[in-house]
């Protein structure tokens, strides 16, 4: 993607980074572009490169547009951003003649739903995660829990402790439910003495609680815990577990690199399989009501990929499991208790 110098006038007010691509630089504002392609636009929380929950919306977003499908804008944000940012960015990419936005953070669906009523013709969408869908807004699962289930697996391998613990921004369902499911996994394959114990911390703040996340995971390591599931406090996450010694699941995409002794499996999210669902209905005009898009494990919406250098650490019995396992959830086979409430 190239850099778009003025394309959205409110994103360079409030200091955003807005990158697109192909034929956006004409200042051509009609609903298409020029091949006839879904004009979309794509509002981060964070970095684009953080290896994690936005690097994984942008390259999955990136995977249409070679496809021939996108005509791909991203508004690079953080989650700091105010309520009236947000509004303001995805009002003007609204006017920019956007068919699609999507504001891929939980925190952005109360103000998108501002400005929806203005835009009939747009499909909005936010990372919503319970399915909060109203008129032309759209809400996409997120089914971490599946794959927490599994990596979970070989947590209760590795664990010697028998506590495991997971971080997340705040106690929303599909944080808890990630949670609850990796303890569910691990309480397969433990072996040691008494039970599985799950210890949750509900930091209260998403990548902007960096230090609140990091003083989590020294507690948690404190308390005895040596594996970790996370839920969009990943970074930190990892660089505690990397300092303490700990090992971690990673969150969205392989995190591998993060932390190469840490990290035993990671939860990949294949986001475009999300984005392909409502470019359809984009196409076909099929966008109020609009839709919960749930592209879960069975679907192909998610996997989990584990570090080689834990090949030779986790017993062949676990690692049998963890496949049975996987094969069964792809198939529909088995299905992992949802524990994130309503």
Avoid at 176 to 199: H, M, N, P, V
Avoid at 243 to 267: F, H, K
Avoid at 302 to 328: C, Q, T
Wanted: glycine share 12%; net charge negative; charged share 20%.
């Amino acid at each position: 993607m190239k850099k778009l110098g003025t394309a959205i006038a409110a994103a360079a007010v409030v200091g955003v980074a807005v990158t697109g691509c192909s034929s956006s630089d004409s200042g051509d504002d009609s609903s298409t572009s020029s091949d006839g392609v879904v004009k979309a636009a794509i509002v981060t929380s964070g970095p684009v490169n953080d290896l994690g929950w936005n690097q994984g919306m942008v390259e999955g977003a990136e995977k249409l547009e070679a496809e021939g499908l996108l005509d791909l804008t991203v508004v690079q944000q953080d989650s700091g951003a105010t309520s009236e940012q947000i509004a303001q960015i995805v009002t003007d990419l609204a006017e920019d003649g956007n068919q699609l936005i999507v504001g891929h953070s939980f925190n952005y669906g109360e103000p998108i739903k501002g400005i929806i009523a203005d835009y009939p013709d747009v499909l909005f969408a936010y990372a919503g995660g319970f399915g909060d869908i109203t008129e032309n807004l759209a809400d996409y699962s997120q089914p971490f829990y599946e794959g927490a289930f599994l990596s979970g697996i070989l947590a209760g391998d590795l664990t010697e402790s028998g506590i495991l613990a997971g971080t997340a921004g705040f106690e929303i369902p599909v944080c808890k439910a990630q949670i609850e499911s990796f303890a569910d996994g691990a309480r397969l394959t433990y072996q040691g003495e008494g039970e599985i114990q799950l210890k949750p911390a509900y930091i209260g703040g998403w990548s902007d609680a960096a230090a609140q996340t990091l003083e989590a995971v020294n507690a948690l390591v404190d308390q005895g815990a040596d594996q970790f599931t996370t839920c969009g406090v990943d970074a930190a996450t990892i660089e505690g577990a990397k300092q303490r010694g700990a090992y971690v699941a990673g969150y969205a995409m392989d995190q591998t690199p993060l932390a190469p002794e840490n990290v035993v499996s990671s939860i990949v999210w294949n986001l475009d399989e999300v984005l392909r669902a409502m470019i359809t209905d984009v196409e076909a005009g099929d966008i109020d009501p609009a839709k919960y898009y749930e592209v879960d494990f069975a679907e192909g919406g998610v996997d989990v990929v584990i570090n080689p250098a834990f090949a030779d650490r986790i017993s062949p019995e676990a690692m049998a499991l963890f496949e049975e396992y996987r094969d069964k959830i792809k198939s529909g086979e088995y299905q992992v208790e949802y524990k994130g409430g309503e």
